[in-house]
């Protein structure tokens, strides 16, 4: 049960009377990195939320390579959201254990012990994640996100809260999630530093998506040309 | 996953976030005590208990308590959206129901081992004299009244008004749980007590769980589809 591709085609999805994606249609291939621009409130959220099935379209389709939706892909799409999924109360390998039981990963505990080192907090792995910093919640996050290697990665603002050192990581960690055949989704509005990372960029306004040419200059420059 | 390990694994994470922060347990038992005293001072006149007041009070303690736990359990999975984290699982969602249930049913078993003999002191009611059924009649009653609760506690989990619609909506859905408990009870605590009675509103509580246990795991997936 694998897929090399995400299709997104007249999706649409409304909340009550505000339409929050307007016919959305979008491609993603294994082994490339797509960024999600826009302002906030323009759909970045909802688009991640229905590619991780949290959220049902209100019309349109979306399948993986030719799938439709399937409870076994659940085990294939990793999401890191703005809300990090993580209880305060159990400490960071709980967590991080938790998550690998309930994803049916038959070799836990040798994830935790990488995904803690990933995460620069194997000295940390016993003490609860309420008592953890913005940062560090988000770097043990992106691990539960990754931890049963998924193909579809999703990511939203994964740059929030983190210090130079861990969004250099991050970075490096996406290009390695490229290398071995991930298909990325990131929604952003760190532009310096996903400039260079990215395959392609698309931008969502008002629910709408609008393509961002591939030239040359700055990302932020091609960036803003879209959006007047 | 196996339907059974996901729903184990499920109530694990919440027991041991429950020893941790002891929140729920606390929080409920205090309730239900407070609860068992005032009815106490209403109830019991000359060292004497109003009949069947033992059975209402108990249920009554129940009923309130675990709202109180239903509402707080769901609370915790959206105060950091783990809600999601759960449904994006590779697992049945009536699992996740079945995990969530059995949590919340262990824990007011909890505050039940206590109020319990609480009551049977306070109201001189003899709570000792048929254990088995009685275990057997409030086991089947909280799990009865926590297997609806639990649907609407997690149907409501995104509601904004969520701590007043819980209660709303459920106890006029409860209402045969609450009066098969205390009927059931009434005859088993009676000075003469009808255990035939008392086994009759035993087996209509156990269909009450059955329809309940049912209605649930076949909406559950609906309910938490957005």
């Known amino acids: 049960m694998d897929f090399t591709s995400v299709s997104f085609t007249d999706v649409s999805r409304n909340f009550g009377r505000r339409r929050a994606l307007n016919r959305v249609s979008l491609r993603c291939d294994a082994g490339e990195i797509v960024a999600l621009l826009g302002p906030n409130g323009a759909g970045k959220s909802t688009l991640l939320s229905i590619a991780a099935t949290l959220l049902e379209p209100s019309s349109g389709t979306i399948r993986y390579g030719d799938q439709d939706l399937d409870r076994e892909l659940r085990s294939r799409i990793g999401l890191l959201a703005h809300d990090l999924y993580l209880y305060p109360e159990l400490t960071a390998a709980e967590n991080l254990r938790f998550f690998a039981q309930i994803n049916g990963l038959a070799d836990a505990g040798a994830r935790v012990d990488r995904a803690l080192a990933g995460a620069r907090l194997s000295d940390r792995r016993d003490d609860p994640v309420g008592g953890f910093s913005r940062g560090m919640r988000q770097r043990l996050a992106l691990e539960r996100a990754l931890l049963h290697d998924p193909r579809l990665v999703l990511l939203d603002e994964p740059f929030t809260g983190l210090d130079d050192a861990s969004s250099v990581a991050l970075v490096d960690r996406l290009r390695g999630l490229r290398s071995h055949g991930a298909i990325v989704l990131l929604a952003t509005h760190d532009l310096e530093v996903i400039e260079g990372l990215i395959d392609r960029a698309v931008m969502l306004f008002n629910g709408r998506l609008i393509p961002i040419d591939d030239g040359p200059g700055p990302l932020r420059d091609r960036f803003r040309r879209a959006g007047r | ?226």
């Not at chain 2, 429950?18 to 006149?45: D, K, N, P």
């Not at chain 2, 129901?97 to 059995?102: D, R, S």
């Not at chain 2, 409030?138 to 297997?147: E, N, Y």
């Not at chain 2, 609450?178 to 009434?186: F, H, L, Q």
């Open chain 2, 1 to 226: 996953m196996r339907f059974v390990e996901a729903a184990w694994l499920v109530t694990r994470k919440d027991l041991l976030i429950e020893f941790r922060s002891r929140e729920i347990v606390y929080t409920t038992l205090f309730f239900a005590v407070s609860c068992l005293l005032v009815f106490a001072f209403g109830f019991v006149r000359e060292g004497r208990a109003v009949e069947d007041a033992a059975a209402g009070v108990l249920w009554v303690a129940i009923a309130f308590s675990g709202t109180l736990a239903l509402g707080r359990a769901f609370e915790r999975e959206r105060q950091n959206e783990t809600l999601r984290g759960l449904l994006m699982a590779p697992i049945p969602r009536a699992a996740l129901y079945v995990g969530k249930l059995t949590g919340i049913v262990l824990l007011l078993v909890a505050v039940e081992l206590v109020i319990v003999p609480m009551a049977g002191i306070m109201f001189q009611a003899r709570m000792l004299e048929y254990p088995a059924m009685l275990a057997a009649l409030v086991l089947t009653g909280t799990i009865g009244f926590a297997a609806i609760g639990t649907l609407f506690a997690a149907m409501l989990v995104r509601t904004r008004s969520r701590d007043v619609l819980l209660p709303v909506l459920l106890y006029p859905v409860t209402v045969p749980v609450m009066i098969a408990g205390v009927r059931g009870t009434a005859a088993l605590l009676a000075d003469e007590p009808n255990l035939a009675m008392a086994r009759l509103w035993l087996s209509m509580l156990v269909v009450f769980d059955v329809m309940f246990v049912t209605l649930a795991l076949w909406t559950f997936e609906s309910v938490m589809t957005e």
